[in-house]
């Protein structure tokens, strides 16, 4: 076991968590005081010791499986002797009864026979994973949950736990309707379970075959903060989601300090403390600085060139709202409007704001992105109420669509604001190429910044750490 912890500390280092000496040490430790046969005991002693952030719990699970994957017990060669019908009734059995140990034996069997892993050949489990999903009929097992009345939720240690009926259960229209949409509910939760368990058969086929790290490398294991905003599956959108928070309150955090008053000279005080020395001020007293009271002012880009990135812009502006008191969010296409309480009732409501909903009082006739338009209008009915107090962060591609970019009403609003920073999420490969106009802005805001992942985002957020004022040419493009 020791050896196989070796590898599982070099795996986690690899993908970018970081685990000290001191951690190593713990896990040692820890796997000497419980039990070796329960792997989710030791998966749950491993995870306490190795991993700090939350938004890493997913990265260490998949990797712990991949270094952790091993054949079936002595029991596979009577699933072995099996016809495909009864493993098939087998597996359906096994999930109303809730019997992990079985399903895990059978979902190995259904990989070799059905998942077409040839040894050492060097494809990808996808299409293995299509094919297991499809021999296993996982409809035919929701309807099996549902006729039966039974789920694996009900039993000890899959999926939860409490009592249900079938569909058509209950003593009245409410109640039966309540019944029936519980037993939909569970049914999903016991074929969405089989489904997981049929594809880390899979991982632990092709990690006998060709070892853990080849495994990985193949299926490009990433942290949340690494992976791409905008190409990002489902499943990678829910692992950055629980990212946000931290950052949006860091975020606050730094921007608050950026509006912080510098303290000023009292001269009634000054003048007091002299009266002990003739009159002469020896010493200048100054007013304490008033708690800071930034502005923070967001332009969002919801054209649908961006559109992958304003999910999750829209995410973070909602997590800011909550941290924020005087925040204001202006959403844009080829027009701008303001959606400061759009974002506000959404995070009152504790919902997400969807981009079409953002984007509705933005668009004026194409639907194309019109930056020329929105920096005029943003310039004449907003930006002479903004203040050196005044935080102003862009997020979009400036991209014009070959339209005047209006330079000189953006030079008004970075004249008029404290600082002005822009966000990028298109790679920096392809800024000032076709209708990018991005090279225009760059020179009069504080920075310029692609921010494709979530660790982008958060180097910006901790470069505002580092001096104030406006930077250099050579430190805007970064």
């Not at 039990?35 to 990797?63: G, M, P, Q």
């Not at 296409?333 to 409501?349: F, N, P, Q, S």
């Not at 953006?410 to 990028?424: K, P, S």
Request: aromatic share 6%.
């Amino acid at each position: 076991m020791q050896g196989l912890l070796a590898t599982l500390v070099d795996e986690l280092r690899s993908v970018g968590i970081g685990v000290s000496v001191g951690e190593h040490l713990d896990a040692a430790e820890a796997l000497s005081r419980i039990s070796l046969f329960d792997k989710d005991v030791v998966r749950a002693a491993l995870l306490s010791t190795l991993v700090k952030r939350a938004e890493h719990v997913e990265t260490f699970n998949l990797v712990f499986e991949l270094v952790m994957a091993s054949p079936g017990d002595g029991d596979a060669s009577l699933v072995e002797a099996m016809s495909d019908e009864q493993l098939s009734d087998a597996l359906r059995h096994a999930v109303e009864a809730g019997d992990r140990q079985l399903i895990r034996l059978l979902a190995d069997e259904f990989v070799r026979r059905f998942g077409g892993l040839e040894p050492g050949r060097p494809v990808a489990g996808v299409f293995a994973t299509i094919a297991v999903n499809q021999a296993a009929d996982l409809e035919g097992i929701r309807a099996s949950l549902l006729e039966s009345g039974e789920s694996p939720v009900q039993a000890e240690g899959f999926g939860g736990s409490g009592g249900g009926s079938g569909s058509g259960a209950g003593s009245g229209s409410g109640s039966a309707g309540f019944r029936a949409r519980l037993a939909d509910a569970r049914a999903d939760r016991g074929v969405t379970d089989v489904r997981a368990e049929l594809r880390a058969a899979v991982r632990r086929a092709l990690v006998a075959d060709r070892g853990a790290q080849a495994v990985r490398e193949t299926m490009r294991v990433e942290l949340p903060e690494d992976m791409d905003i905008v190409t990002a599956s489902a499943a990678e959108q829910r692992a950055m989601a629980a990212a946000i928070g931290p950052l949006a309150q860091r975020l606050t955090y730094v921007l608050a300090r950026l509006a912080v008053r510098r303290r000023t000279l009292s001269i009634r005080r000054t003048m007091q403390r002299a009266m002990g020395t003739g009159g002469v001020p020896f010493r200048l007293v100054t007013e304490p600085a008033r708690p800071p009271r930034p502005e923070i002012v967001v332009l969002a880009d919801m054209s649908g060139s961006v559109a992958a990135f304003s999910r999750f812009t829209l995410d973070l502006l909602v997590a800011l709202d909550s941290r924020l008191n005087r925040f204001r969010v202006f959403s844009f296409v080829d027009g701008v409007a303001d959606i400061t309480e759009l974002v506000r009732e959404a995070r009152g409501a504790g919902r997400r704001l969807s981009a079409r909903e953002a984007a509705r009082d933005a668009v004026r006739w194409s639907g194309s992105s019109d930056y020329g338009y929105v920096m005029r209008e943003f310039a004449r009915e907003f930006a002479p109420r903004l203040t050196r107090r005044s935080v102003v962060l862009v997020v979009g591609d400036a991209r014009s669509n070959y339209g005047d970019p209006r330079v000189e009403a953006f030079r008004d609003i970075c004249e008029r604001a404290g600082r002005v920073y822009w966000l990028n999420p298109e790679p920096r490969r392809f800024w000032n190429e076709g209708d990018s106009v991005i090279g225009r802005y760059a020179p009069l805001c504080a920075q310029v910044r692609e921010c494709r992942t979530l660790g982008q985002i958060a180097d910006f957020v901790e470069s505002l750490t580092v001096g104030s004022g406006r930077t250099s040419p050579e430190g805007r493009m970064r």
